[in-house]
């Protein structure tokens, strides 16, 4: 789950590895089967961050239930 309990603890170490990035960030949401307005404000900030460095940010595994929402964020 990507929600406000799991968040704060995924915050800093995820936008970390996005500045250390380099060429593209994929993130792998197959797991993912609930997500909140904290998760998806940690995937704002990561796409953010990816924009800020001119960085591909892309999403996969997106869940059905998800699409809509993350639809809203493009």
């Known amino acids: ?3 406000s309990s799991r968040v704060a ?3 800093d170490p ?3 590895v996005v500045e250390e990035t380099v060429g593209a960030f ?5 797991r993912v089967t609930r997500c909140d307005g904290a998760g998806f404000a940690l995937l704002f ?3 953010m961050l990816a924009g800020r ?7 996969e595994g997106i869940s059905e239930s998800l699409k809509p929402v993350l639809a ?3």
Do not use: T
């Not at 994929?26 to 197959?30: G, H």
């Not at 460095?53 to 999403?59: A, G």
């Open 72 to 74: 809203l964020y493009e």
């Open 9 to 11: 603890e995924l915050w």
């Open 26 to 30: 994929i993130a792998d949401l197959s």
């Open 53 to 59: 460095r001119k960085m591909e940010f892309r999403l």
């Open 14 to 16: 995820l936008s970390g």
């Open 1 to 3: 789950e990507l929600d």
């Open 45 to 47: 900030h990561l796409k």
